[in-house]
């Protein structure tokens, strides 16, 4: 095998020229470097194509609000090339305009090309024609993805005076190495080096992969990176975290998963405190997998408890909290980039991260490992009172500017609001898709065919039909189906028998029912339904799914004549848009069944800006369209272990609609009801803000008083404050609780304590009352005098929105 040097060339530094209209970028041991210049970097992931371009710019500014420097976003090859040779770059799909829109205001961009992605996509990003390429393995040395040309082409590199400062080739590929035997570490190199010769001008990074060869840099995913990472394999590479999992993803079953704000901060603030230098949360702003995008068994809304959710609203306190951290670092980022790093303990679980120039410029990280107790540690001759599992950040190694545990930021609450109902009759037409029998279908084969290959995607829908004789009459038998999923939906002679499914855990599943027969000859029909296309592990190519068993009564039918229907008649003739609409005779509505049912009505637009979601609670399983555009699958009918279903809410852009005439249109494979469908308004609608004595004045102060040149705090005279901030274009319109004193509760739950100011009602009204922000300082003046010497200090208000 070659050298290092050989393959890759002597040296890490990516070597070009430096004008006003080009950055140079490289790194070393400490931190990534641009134009000369050590960068503490933090990132987040946003994806393109699950928000429409017009929901862009407002992400970005929120992202950038929140003290973010970059926007990291995958490259979703089976969008742009869906089939081989035809590329589709345009509406959410259009990643030039995407990185521009970031690049127009002023940030950074890591680009993550894949060519595999996973990130509960479907076929992890590979597109589904590479399932018929002869002999390939999806993740060897195969011809890569030319998404490089066009962004040099573009001139987006950093190198070109564009944003892209950092690549990532290949994805936590070391997970499923293991199963690729002695062809995964040439392909570990192979990819290096294909990344390498692509001459971006900008480093490169893996993900998950510890041995990453010559100057591509390993970085970590997870959610405690500051614990797990075992840190660069190089002295010359910085410790960079590429995935810092806000949240996680969510499966049709499952419950949502919640990370708190105070947990990713401890988690960031230890990887910073470890020589960490660049840290991307996963996700920033996850959004939708709409149409069929979403991976098996995912839901439709992705990460919607990430610092934006899945509408773009920012979620509290995690944003803010967020916010406050990244401030807090920025403030030490001098001793970080430039001082030498000294731990020192501070007790049995406690120690401080030191970083001090010899010029005298310090700043300290103060960690606090027990999860059970707040401690009182000594440093520097002076007491600091560390809550559990926390770290205090002191910029200038005297004082506390921030800590991870305690939140000053505010709480906020989203509610939906029912604009539009349907739940007349008169307001829905239905079409019911037609139940295919062996003679009228084209495709046959001996066996069962795998649904992956016969489908190849084009719908989640593949019919199994076969036939069969039987000597009794009205006769019962019992039906044997084996399936390796998702879903089956079974009829025999036009008449439904049973449905079973899997789960994300668990894919394979038996349909077991006894059948009702007619004498002579029987048709059976089999509706296999996939939820998603499998996005990870390792031969992804060989993966399977739909009917792989069949018995009736004592005899099997795996191997006899089979005839298939790829997808219904409906989505052929693409009935859910106003193109294919009259193709079929709509009728009146009737009561639900079990056949598979189309539903279409029209709604005009509700009013105002806030987000909009169709609220399908009443419905069970099936697709919906909104003119014409899919805004994902809904299954509502899988319920979590409490009997709540995991989604009911599915966003419609406002870029998706007109002012009137909105043609919406539902397939419906269960006996939902769309007469309970209702086209809800989403907002944020009350704020809520709690501080104690205990609690940090606002990072702004420290901020505001270290651009004048002073920075001892403690002089300043701030106090905890509480902080209100309505989203754009809504005011505080009620003051619903206020409280100084010692409120009980929280943010959540809160009542009044033995000690309450009177005026406490009168003074949040006059402060914030009509206004879209407002600030109440913890301080007993404001409120006509202490009300009761002595005892320990809060502030709680909870306000309304409108």
């Known amino acids: 095998m070659e050298s290092e040097s050989a393959v890759y060339g002597r040296g890490h530094r990516h070597e070009h020229h430096d004008d006003r209209d080009h950055r140079n970028v490289t790194y070393d041991g400490r931190s990534l470097i641009i134009n000369g210049h050590r960068k503490i970097l933090f990132s987040g992931s946003i994806h393109y194509p699950r928000s429409t371009p017009q929901m862009w710019p407002s992400l970005i500014a929120k992202a950038k609000e929140g003290g973010l420097d970059v926007i990291q976003t995958y490259v979703f090859w089976n969008l742009h090339e869906p089939q081989k040779g035809q590329y589709d770059f345009s509406g959410r799909n259009d990643i030039i305009r995407f990185i521009k829109e970031i690049q127009s205001q002023g940030l950074y961009v890591c680009l993550r090309i894949g060519p595999f992605i996973e990130s509960e996509w479907t076929y992890g990003g590979l597109p589904i024609w590479l399932h018929d390429v002869a002999g390939i393995v999806f993740r060897s040395d195969n011809k890569p993805y030319k998404i490089v040309n066009m962004m040099k082409s573009e001139k987006l590199y950093a190198s070109q005076g564009g944003p892209i400062i950092l690549s990532q080739i290949e994805n936590e590929y070391q997970t499923i190495e293991p199963a690729f035997h002695e062809k995964g570490p040439p392909y570990v190199l192979w990819a290096a080096k294909m990344a390498v010769d692509l001459h971006t001008g900008v480093p490169w990074v893996m993900c998950k992969q510890d041995d990453a060869p010559g100057p591509v840099i390993n970085a970590c995913n997870g959610m405690r990176c500051g614990e797990t990472f075992k840190g660069p394999n190089s002295p010359n590479k910085p410790s960079i975290w590429t995935e810092d999992w806000t949240s996680f993803y969510q499966v049709w079953g499952g419950k949502p998963y919640i990370r708190s704000a105070q947990d990713i901060a401890f988690h960031v603030a230890l990887f910073i405190a470890k020589n960490g230098s660049y840290v991307n949360y996963y996700m920033y702003h996850g959004g939708t997998n709409f149409g069929r995008t979403a991976a098996a068994f995912m839901i439709t809304g992705y990460y919607d408890q990430a610092p934006l959710d899945e509408y773009g609203l920012v979620r509290e306190p995690k944003w803010g909290h967020l916010k406050e951290l990244h401030a807090a670092i920025k403030l030490c980022s001098r001793p970080l980039l430039t001082g030498t790093q000294n731990v020192i303990p501070l007790g049995q679980l406690q120690e401080a991260y030191v970083f001090e120039e010899t010029s005298g410029v310090c700043a300290a990280f103060l960690v ?23 770290i205090s950040i002191l910029p200038d190694c005297k004082t506390v500017a921030f800590n991870t ?12 609001t029912s604009n539009l109902k349907f739940d007349s009759d008169e307001k829905w037409e239905e079409y019911r898709e ?26 989640d829908y593949l019919w199994y039909t076969f036939r069969f004789h039987y000597n009794s009459s009205n006769a019962q038998a019992p039906l044997d189906v084996q399936s390796h999923g998702h879903i ?18 668990n894919v394979s599943f038996t349909l077991r029912n006894t059948v009702h027969l007619r004498q002579g000859t029987s048709d059976g029909a089999l509706l296999s339904v996939t939820v998603g296309l499998p996005d990870s592990g390792a031969f992804l190519e060989r993966k399977v799914a739909g009917v792989h068993r069949v018995r009736v009564q004592d005899k099997s039918f795996t ?10 008649i409906g989505e052929k003739l693409q009935i859910y848009s106003n193109l294919g609409l009259n193709k079929v005779l709509w009728s009146s509505i009737r009561s639900p069944t079990r056949q598979l049912t189309w539903y279409k009505t029209t709604f005009r637009a509700p009013a105002g800006n806030d987000p909009i979601a169709l609220n399908l609670q009443s419905m069970g399983k099936g697709e919906a369209w909104v003119n014409g555009q899919s805004i994902g699958r809904y299954w509502v009918s899988f319920k979590t272990s409490k009997g709540n279903p995991s989604q009911t ?16 249109v539902l397939l419906e494979e269960e006996n939902g009801n769309p007469l309970g469908i209702t086209v809800d308004t989403i907002a944020i609608t009350k704020v809520c803000g709690h501080v104690t004595n205990s609690h940090l004045p606002p990072l702004s102060s420290w901020l505001r008083h270290r651009q004048r040149g002073d920075t001892d705090i403690k002089k300043f005279g701030k106090k905890p404050t509480v902080q209100l901030s309505c989203p754009l274009g809504k005011k505080i319109s009620k003051i619903v609780f206020a409280s100084f004193g010692n409120p009980d509760g929280d943010c959540e739950r809160y009542a009044g304590g033995s000690c309450h100011s009177s005026h406490s ?9 009509g206004k879209s922000r407002c600030s109440i300082p913890l301080l007993s003046r404001y409120f006509g005098g202490d009300p009761c010497p002595g005892i320990h200090k809060a502030l709680l208000v909870d306000a309304q929105c409108r």
Request: glycine content about 8%; hydrophobic content about 35%.
């Open 368 to 390: 606090n490992n027990d999860e059970r107790k707040a401690v009182t540690v000594l440093f520097r001759n002076i007491s600091y009172e560390l809550p559990r599992k926390s």
């Open 405 to 416: 545990e305690r939140v000053s930021t505010q709480y906020n609450k989203r509610s939906k």
């Open 434 to 459: 037609a139940i295919p029998n062996f003679d009228n279908t084209l495709l046959r084969a001996e066996g069962l065919l795998d649904q992956i290959s016969a489908a190849k995607d084009a719908s």
């Open 488 to 505: 089956l939906h079974a009829f025999v002679n036009g008449e439904y028998t049973g449905s079973a499914h899997g789960s994300h855990d």
């Open 559 to 568: 191997n006899c004549s089979w005839g298939y229907q790829v997808g219904l």
């Open 649 to 664: 809410q599915y966003h419609v852009p406002r870029a998706f609609l007109k002012p009137t005439g909105n043609l919406l």
């Open 761 to 769: 009602q009168g003074v949040v009204e006059r402060a914030c009352i």
